[in-house]
């Protein structure tokens, strides 16, 4: 399923985007964050976001830690590593609404969900996979090449 | 009072009228906003582009000069008059090369690029290193650096994320003693606490923040007092990347302020094992298996 044989492995951070031309396994680990996966089934090549907000505020530094940078950054990245727009599929997860976390009347989690799916559907990218909300944490992983995406729940992650 | 029919149909296709131009008025403004959001994000996009891309066209060069004044003040060690040049030259260099990482470690979190490389050191040492870089600045000024070390040897040593933690520290540095008054002093402390979890704090005593202004010397190119008199150096973006830096790290940046009395900025970072640890969720639940079959 996910071989650890030779395959090279991502840590994906808050806030940052991994899309290489290689196989990689990517993981993360989400909260009320989303991890939204494009994948191109005719290259096999992906690349993954991890945000935490979902939008900008224009002040600051303009990083992909907010949904609407995150979103557009992975696209262009995906495409720069050779994936082809009409040929991607989009995988999203996370957005859970932590209990305990002291931020769930932001809703944070919800207002991720909803931007991530708006711009997703703002690209014309199809939605393949989904599995978001809830009150408990996510642990993703991902191989960029086959696109297979394996998704543990079942205990709340940090804040992220 | 009483109105015709005649008279209630015209009044009400004037009124028709009014908003169809209203509503035109306003999508022509929308339209124009929406060309100029599309403006905007282009060159945002091609600023962080050009950034990325230039990187090595400036640090080879930058690191030649660094590297070749070292090499002169070694040969030329017996004279004082080369010795306080190649001084000189560094210091100027230093400060470049300081500002060039700035810029680009902004860049490198713009485009999600950041990674965290954690490594054992030995804080005292690499805190002195810092607060040393930052002699010849302060100098200027007349302002004594003065840095605390926790009391138990044990203390001194961290896992942290070197480069990084470089990045924060010598922004709160650089911020303090541009802040400062002169003549006066910069303290610098650190400790661990029992969780892991490090603590420096910087405390200057030159012209503070005023509340309002608080959250505000987050955000990028801000400065407090702006214009072409104004007095203090810098790009204003400082700030922002510690902050960035923090967030990325997990970690959180507060500061006390008192106008006219100095402020005191405090970072907390946490293990670096909260970074680093892929594994730390293996004992998360069922995993589930999505493909490309699983219905959305």
């Known amino acids: 399923m996910c071989s650890d044989i030779m395959v090279n492995k991502h840590f994906l951070f808050p806030g940052t985007i991994f899309a290489e031309p290689f196989e990689y396994q990517i993981s993360t680990i989400l909260g009320s964050c989303i991890a939204v996966c494009l994948w191109d089934k005719a290259a096999n090549r992906s690349g993954m976001n991890h945000f935490m907000l979902p939008l900008w505020n224009g002040e600051g530094l303009a990083t992909p830690k907010y949904g609407n940078i995150a979103m557009e950054k992975l696209l262009n990245k995906v495409i720069s590593i050779g994936c082809h727009r009409e040929n991607l599929v989009a995988k999203v997860f996370g957005g859970a609404n932590l209990s305990g976390s002291g931020l769930e009347m932001y809703m944070i989690g919800d207002r991720n969900i909803m931007l991530a799916f708006q711009m997703l559907e703002e690209y014309r990218i199809p939605v393949v996979a989904k599995d978001v909300g809830g009150r408990v944490g996510r642990k993703i992983i991902m191989n960029t090449q086959t696109g297979v995406v394996l998704v543990g729940k079942g205990r709340a992650a940090a804040s992220t | ?296």
Do not use: W
């Open chain 2, 1 to 296: 009072m009483h109105i015709t029919d005649d008279e209630l149909i015209e009044e009400m296709s004037n009124r028709l009228a009014q908003s169809r131009k209203a509503f035109s008025d306003l999508s022509v403004v929308n339209r124009k906003l929406l060309e100029m959001n599309e403006r905007l994000k282009l060159s945002e996009s091609l600023r962080s582009n050009f950034l990325s891309n230039i990187r090595n066209e400036i640090n080879d060069p930058l690191n030649a000069i660094i590297g070749l004044t070292g090499q002169i003040a070694i040969i030329a060690a017996d004279n004082e008059e080369i010795k306080t040049l190649t001084s000189l030259i560094s210091a100027e260099t230093n400060r470049l090369d300081f500002e060039l990482r700035n810029i680009f470690v902004a860049a490198e979190l713009e485009a999600g690029e950041v990674r965290a490389f954690c490594v054992k050191v030995h804080l005292a040492s690499v805190l002195r290193d810092l607060v040393d870089s930052f002699q010849h600045t302060a100098a200027k000024k007349n302002l004594s650096l003065n840095l605390t070390m926790p009391t138990i040897q044990d203390d001194r040593i961290a896992v942290v994320d070197f480069d990084k933690f470089q990045i924060i520290v010598s922004n709160l540095l650089a911020n303090a003693i541009e802040f400062s008054n002169d003549g006066g002093a910069v303290e610098v402390s650190f400790s661990v606490g029992g969780d892991g979890c490090l603590k420096i704090s910087v405390q200057d005593h030159g012209v503070g923040i005023a509340p309002e202004d608080q959250q505000r010397i987050f955000d990028r190119f801000v400065q407090l007092d702006v214009g072409t008199t104004r007095a203090h150096l810098g790009h204003g973006l400082g700030l922002s990347i510690t902050k960035a830096l923090v967030d990325f790290m997990q970690g959180s940046i507060s500061l006390i302020s008192t106008p006219g009395e100095g402020t005191l900025f405090t970072v907390i970072l946490p293990p670096c094992s909260i970074l680093d640890d892929e594994d730390s969720f293996s004992e998360a639940g069922n995993l589930f298996f999505f493909d490309d079959t699983t219905k959305a």
